[in-house]
């Protein structure tokens, strides 16, 4: 199966003519995107307290190198996002480089410390068009960052035309958050579940000074509310990597 960033890239390209010149937006885009911001905000609600299954797969074509880390991801009541390690596989430079990153990346933009949010504080919206996805009618977003800061990407947002939960998120960020990161691109799926968004498939590329191109894919495999304290550990014990190697 062709990976879902290299076919998004190859859609948007094929499809950028026929997006052009959209026709009116259903309703007024301020509207749309203040519906979309209840959505979310009820989709937020909806995911805190709860723990994902996920798997988090990692390559450096450049040294052929790859893992993969199965793991919980939980999310407080406050939002604050823990990971627990259940099992490694791969070599350790992709766990400690890599994913390890990563993990550490994103536990930090969760603090709260910088809002990254898609909001129009952010972002400038424009209607690109409506189309089909998984049987289902979306209103196309594009979304382009009001200034060059950290966790802000350049891109899409694709909403379902019913609840205006998002479907799908994809673009560039518009300033690397580190000296060894080059360009970051990626894609994130959504699948709507009892009217509320639940992650499914990230995937990213990431230009490194170093390693070259790293690929990184993530699936949410299941969610659930009942077990949000089973991933309570706080994410050294993914980064230290003392209980994720079998």
């Given at each position: 199966m062709k990976p879902l960033l290299t076919a998004f890239l190859a859609a948007t390209i094929g499809s950028s003519a026929a997006l052009s010149?959209?026709?009116?937006?259903?309703?007024?885009?301020?509207?749309m995107v203040s519906r979309y911001i209840q959505a979310t905000q009820a989709q937020q609600s909806a995911l805190r307290g709860g723990t994902?299954?996920?798997?988090?797969?990692?390559?450096?074509?450049k040294f052929k190198k790859q893992?993969?880390?199965?793991?919980?991801?939980?999310?407080?009541?406050?939002?604050?996002?823990?990971y627990h390690a259940l099992g490694f596989s791969g070599d350790s430079v992709v766990k400690t480089e890599v994913i390890a990153n990563y993990l550490k990346a994103?536990?930090?933009?969760?603090?709260?410390?910088?809002d990254v949010s898609i909001t129009p504080v952010n972002y400038k919206f424009k209607y690109k068009g409506a189309q089909d996805w998984n049987g289902r009618q979306v209103y196309v977003l594009q979304l382009k960052p009001r200034e060059?800061?950290?966790g802000l990407f350049k891109g899409e947002l694709w909403l379902d035309a019913e609840t205006y939960m998002?479907?799908?998120?994809?673009?560039?960020?518009?300033k690397s958050p580190s000296f060894m990161l080059k360009k970051m691109q990626f894609v994130r799926d959504y699948e709507l579940?009892?009217?509320v968004s639940v992650p499914q498939r990230t995937e990213s590329r990431v230009e490194t000074r170093f390693f070259g191109q790293v690929e990184l894919n993530i699936n949410y495999l299941t969610?659930?509310?009942d077990a949000a304290q089973a991933g309570a550990d706080d994410a050294e014990a993914v980064v230290d990597g003392s209980s994720a190697d079998q």
């Amino acid at each position: 199966m062709k990976p879902l960033l290299t076919a998004f890239l190859a859609a948007t390209i094929g499809s950028s003519a026929a997006l052009s010149e959209p026709k009116a937006p259903p309703v007024p885009e301020e509207q749309m995107v203040s519906r979309y911001i209840q959505a979310t905000q009820a989709q937020q609600s909806a995911l805190r307290g709860g723990t994902e299954e996920i798997d988090i797969d990692a390559a450096v074509p450049k040294f052929k190198k790859q893992g993969k880390l199965h793991a919980l991801r939980s999310i407080s009541k406050l939002g604050k996002i823990t990971y627990h390690a259940l099992g490694f596989s791969g070599d350790s430079v992709v766990k400690t480089e890599v994913i390890a990153n990563y993990l550490k990346a994103e536990v930090e933009s969760a603090k709260g410390t910088s809002d990254v949010s898609i909001t129009p504080v952010n972002y400038k919206f424009k209607y690109k068009g409506a189309q089909d996805w998984n049987g289902r009618q979306v209103y196309v977003l594009q979304l382009k960052p009001r200034e060059k800061k950290v966790g802000l990407f350049k891109g899409e947002l694709w909403l379902d035309a019913e609840t205006y939960m998002p479907v799908r998120e994809s673009g560039s960020f518009v300033k690397s958050p580190s000296f060894m990161l080059k360009k970051m691109q990626f894609v994130r799926d959504y699948e709507l579940q009892n009217g509320v968004s639940v992650p499914q498939r990230t995937e990213s590329r990431v230009e490194t000074r170093f390693f070259g191109q790293v690929e990184l894919n993530i699936n949410y495999l299941t969610f659930s509310k009942d077990a949000a304290q089973a991933g309570a550990d706080d994410a050294e014990a993914v980064v230290d990597g003392s209980s994720a190697d079998q």
